[in-house]
């Protein structure tokens, strides 16, 4: 095996108490001049404040009067670190003193008796050191304690990085913050963008916080963005304002914030969707397409493509949800997605992630009883949901935790199961689903609360997870770093696990490796203890022939790049174009649509007033059938009267007949008495006359009676001869007469007939004389 010998250093904090005399820091009252003399100003101001923090601790001297200008800067210096460790402020003391004067320690070296360490690679030594600028030390990892210091526990590799660099590989340490902090706070939203993480409001104390910070993770220096409320543009927005809420979910898309979603003192009937620009300070209200889902907080938030996924949450009436909506944000429309399979149970402040920009993984989260630790796999592809079975270290129920992906490993932190938080930081290999312990921390700290935000970012070339906040039983405004070891390792760790058949719902995502580092050898070796991760070493081979061919490979695939980027920049500009293009046309379709309700509603109302004018003629019709009816009912009346009317005109006519013909007959029939004795005249002459001084008896009344009813068939002459029998009036025939008004003409015809024969009868009748 190839060996490499390497001086090793002295160790902490022996190589700073070494570094301090070497720059002049022996406590003599001429030493800070000495410092001057050797370095710049700022240089020297900064070694002097990281040497008081690592010998004295925290600045807690009151700030000299402004007169002493010097004394002045240098309180500024020391105070500005903070609350940084004693030991980070002597490694970065070292990392200064070696910038500044590379060969220190070789001059350093002639006064200390320096162990030189032979440690074969592929070999797991007690003290792993890092060679760099032609030295080597060893790391000392730190892990936070229970006040939220550090400690040094064991030899670890470093690789330092300069002024508020994380020199910690997969453990979280606190880097020197300046600058005003934030409201400690938790359920806030954090991105990053360009090197700066921004925090937006959250929860103190159950008030909402509406504060925009951000920290420059170069500098590690935080400050206080002054936001304003945006004006009404042209593309889709309105004036919003800087809403006070908790729960929400912060997105970097295209170089600006997009805040989607969260608890609210007054919330609305549906999510939200505002926008912040970094350049402008603005935030504007994005106005948004199709069905909105309701309002929420606690949900899930993933950014694929160019699109937001959106899982579950908890609505303002504490319901807990598991409905999926994808938000588009080239178009600003929603679409409820109705997936196949069996989905997650209703769920808040769980965490999402996605794989190979198709698979969407949600890990744990709560509900109103309990925590869960079960991880469900949606194909956005087939819209469907499956339950993979997970293996390795399975982490422990837990909700309000936060994570991120790095490649093809998603880090998960934080939370906890109501009754304690969750201490250990635990990684995903989402291509084989196996889950595996980065580190842990003891005690109540930030990193075991709930609540707590998680960003990844960059410095120089590595990845770094930044968290913040979070509630364990207080609220936190913290700020811890972890830099994750290379991407490959932790595949590396369970490369001899069987893949189980469960995890083919997820396919396995290959990374693209870079080609400029295809000067290193990588190697693995394991670390000391069992559950480290595996570092990867720089061997001493000759870097000259792969230089050349890393250059070739490297000149390709820049071309492959560029030309890539070329067709990607031209079919951007093509979906730029028909995306203004579709807007154009919406905004027309709007406009049409709006012209058309228009149109729409004057129908409607104009329908509305035929409908009325219907019903009313309705009425009228009903009212002229019933006046129809009752005519014909009038009219069948009105002709019976007339029937009866000309009958009683006939009748009257035929009774007039009657008394011009039978008036003769009746005057010859109208007895005449006097004193017993009847007399019958015939005419006005006299000629026949009955008379006799008694009248005839009755047995000879009713003969003579019946021999005229005899004579007289029809009803009339039966009724003259009853009124006859009963010696009646002119009156009594009168009446007689009237009542055969009521019969048909033809009747009264052959009635009259009927008289007249009974007259001559009579006639005859009266005529013949009785003999004495």
């Known amino acids: 095996m190839a060996m490499a010998r390497a001086s090793s250093g002295l160790a902490y904090p022996e190589r700073f108490y070494a570094a301090a005399a070497y720059a002049g820091f022996d406590g003599s009252p001429n030493s800070a001049n000495s410092v001057s003399s ?9 070694l002097y404040a990281l040497y008081q923090q690592a010998t004295v601790g925290p600045c807690n001297t009151p700030k000299p009067s402004t007169w002493n200008a010097v004394e002045q800067s240098k309180w500024k210096s020391w105070y500005g670190l903070a609350s940084m460790p004693p030991a980070e402020a002597m490694r970065l003391f070292v990392k200064i003193l070696e910038e500044e004067d590379p060969g220190w320690y070789s001059r350093a070296s002639n006064f200390v008796s320096e ?3 032979d440690f074969q690679t592929n070999h797991n030594p007690k003290v792993e050191p890092v060679v760099e600028n032609g030295n080597s030390f060893p790391e000392t990892k730190t892990i936070s304690s229970e006040n939220g210091s550090s400690m040094e526990t064991q030899d670890k590799d470093v690789v330092s990085e300069g002024l508020g660099s994380v020199v910690v590989y997969d453990q979280w340490v606190a880097p020197p913050i300046s600058g005003q902090r934030p409201k400690a706070r938790y359920e806030h939203g954090a991105a990053v963008i360009q090197d700066k993480m921004y925090i937006y409001g959250g929860n103190h104390n159950g008030r909402y916080l509406n504060d925009l910070h951000v920290l420059d993770l170069r500098s590690w220096t935080w400050s206080k963005v002054d936001a304003k409320v945006g004006a009404e543009s042209d593309e889709s927005k309105s004036p919003a304002t800087i809403t006070h809420c908790a729960g929400h979910s912060l997105i970097a898309w295209e ?15 549906s999510i939200q969707v505002k926008g912040f620009d970094p350049q402008t300070h603005t935030w504007s209200t994005l106005k948004t397409y199709g069905k909105a889902p309701v309002s929420r907080g606690g949900q899930s938030v993933t950014l694929v493509g160019t699109s937001l996924v959106i899982f579950g949450g908890q609505d303002a009436k504490r319901s807990l949800l598991n409905d999926l909506h994808i938000l588009d944000l080239e178009t600003m429309t929603w679409d409820e997605i109705d997936a196949v399979g069996v989905p997650p149970s209703p769920r808040s402040d769980h965490a999402a992630a996605v794989h190979a920009e198709r698979y969407l993984l949600i890990f744990g989260g709560g509900s109103h009883a309990t925590c869960f630790n079960d991880l469900h796999v949606l194909d956005l592809q087939a819209m469907e949901w499956t339950r993979p079975t997970q293996q390795g270290e399975i982490p422990s129920p837990r909700a309000g935790h936060a994570g991120v992906t790095v490649g093809e490993n998603w880090f998960i932190v934080g939370g906890g199961d109501n009754k304690s938080g969750a201490s250990e930081t635990v990684v995903l290999n989402m291509s084989t689903l196996v889950w595996s312990v980065v580190t842990s921390v003891e005690g109540r700290v930030p990193l075991a609360s709930e609540g707590l935000s998680l960003a990844v970012s960059s410095y120089n070339g590595e990845d770094v997870l930044v968290s913040f906040g979070g509630y364990n039983g207080r609220y936190s405004n913290e700020v811890n770093v972890l830099k994750p070891s290379h991407k490959s390792t932790l595949q590396s760790k369970i490369v001899e696990t069987p893949v189980p058949d469960s995890v083919s719902a997820v396919h396995n995502a290959t990374n693209a490796t870079n080609a400029t580092n295809a000067t290193r050898d990588e190697s693995e070796f394991e670390a000391g203890q069992e559950g480290k991760i595996r570092e990867i070493v720089m061997d001493n081979v000759d870097p000259e022939p792969m230089k050349s ?21 031209s079919s951007l500009s093509k979906e730029k174009s028909q995306t203004i293009q579709l807007k154009q046309e919406l905004a027309e379709a709007e406009t049409r649509n709006t012209d058309l309700y228009k149109e729409l509603q004057s129908v409607r109302g104009q329908l ?6 219907c019903f009313k003629l309705e009425v009228d019709v009903a009212e002229l059938r019933q006046k129809l009816q009752t005519m014909e009912t009038l009219q069948k009346e009105l002709e019976l009267l007339q029937r009866q009317k000309a009958a009683s005109e006939q009748a009257a006519l035929n009774a007039k007949h009657r008394q011009g013909s039978g008036g003769m007959w009746v005057g010859l ?8 004795k009847f007399e019958y005249n015939r005419g006005e002459r006299g000629e026949a006359r009955f008379s006799g001084d008694v009248a005839d008896s009755p047995d000879e009344e009713k003969a003579r009676v019946s021999g005229l009813e005899r004579d007289f068939k029809a009803p009339e002459s039966e009724a003259i001869a009853r009124v006859l029998e009963n010696n009646g009036s002119t009156e009594e025939l009168k009446a007689l007469a009237r ?27 009266c005529s013949i004389r009785p003999t004495k």
């Not at 050797?38 to 900064?46: P, S, V």
């Open 38 to 46: 050797k370095f710049q100003n700022d240089t020297a101001l900064l």
């Open 115 to 117: 162990p030189v360490v």
């Open 255 to 269: 170089n600006k914030l997009v805040s989607i979603a969260g608890h609210t003192k007054d919330p609305s009937e």
């Open 549 to 569: 061919k890393g250059e070739v490979s490297s000149e390709h695939l820049i071309a492959t790049l560029k030309s890539e980027k070329e067709e990607l920049e």
């Open 608 to 613: 509305a007033a035929e409908q009325s004018r």
């Open 669 to 676: 029939l109208e007895p005449r008495r006097s004193s017993n």
């Open 739 to 765: 009542l055969g008004e009521e019969s048909d003409v033809d009747e009264e015809m052959e009635e009259e007939s009927r008289v007249f024969e009974v007259k001559n009868e009579k006639t005859k009748f």
